[in-house]
């Protein structure tokens, strides 16, 4: 099992957990907030965020373990355990901080926003992910099932993309999907020799 499949396991399990125990005060402490970033330096919710979700949403961790199973798992077994790892990590954490850092903009244009406003979820990562992998084989086909001839990764992954902004949720933390996005593009091209065999 690849580090990829094990990150599908654990957002799967927490995801479960959430289900059974949707009133724990422990998953308050995994989320991202401004107040718990900026107020109180709580810097490792920048990884904790992602690996919850809303438990009124099983379609969002959903969406993320299959688009990291199909893009993760050929990624993870080319990188390697700890270079896929720290990417994910890192796709994750730049999600956190533009999410986190798009309320002191809008703050500073004089827009008050609820600094108790949490953001949770592995999109971030997962489509830093996607974009990495994307990059890497651009021209891989992906099977996905049924009836449907096989679709380039690419053209999965810009689909994945433009979803959450095509869904127009506002529930959606839009800045964690960019940030995510823009983390790996970041470390594909600072490691394009490496990243595009």
């Known amino acids: 099992m690849n580090a990829a499949s094990v990150l599908v396991v654990a957002l799967t399990v927490v995801a479960l957990l959430q289900l059974l125990f949707p009133t724990s005060k422990a998953w308050a402490q995994l989320l991202l907030s ?5 107020e109180r330096g709580e810097v490792w919710r920048l990884v904790t965020y992602s690996f919850v979700h809303s438990p009124d ?3 969002h961790v959903g969406v993320n373990a299959l688009a990291l199973w199909i893009f993760g798992r050929p990624l993870a077994a080319q990188l390697e355990t700890r270079p896929f790892l720290a990417l994910y990590f890192l796709c994750a954490g730049g999600g956190g901080l533009v999410a986190m850092g798009w309320p002191l903009v809008v703050r500073a244009a004089g827009i008050t926003i609820d600094p108790f406003v949490s953001t949770a979820g592995a999109s971030g990562a997962v489509l830093g992910v996607v974009v990495a992998d994307s990059l890497r084989s651009p021209r891989r086909e992906i099977a996905l099932g049924f009836w449907l001839p096989p679709i380039r990764a690419l053209y999965v992954a810009l689909f994945l993309l ?3 902004f095509a869904a127009a949720a506002p529930h959606i933390s839009w800045a964690a999907h960019l940030g995510g996005v823009a983390t790996a593009l970041g470390i594909s091209l600072a490691v394009k020799d490496h990243l595009h065999k």
């Open 57 to 59: 949403s099983l379609w």
């Open 162 to 164: 433009i979803l959450p």
């Open 34 to 38: 401004p107040w718990s970033f900026w």
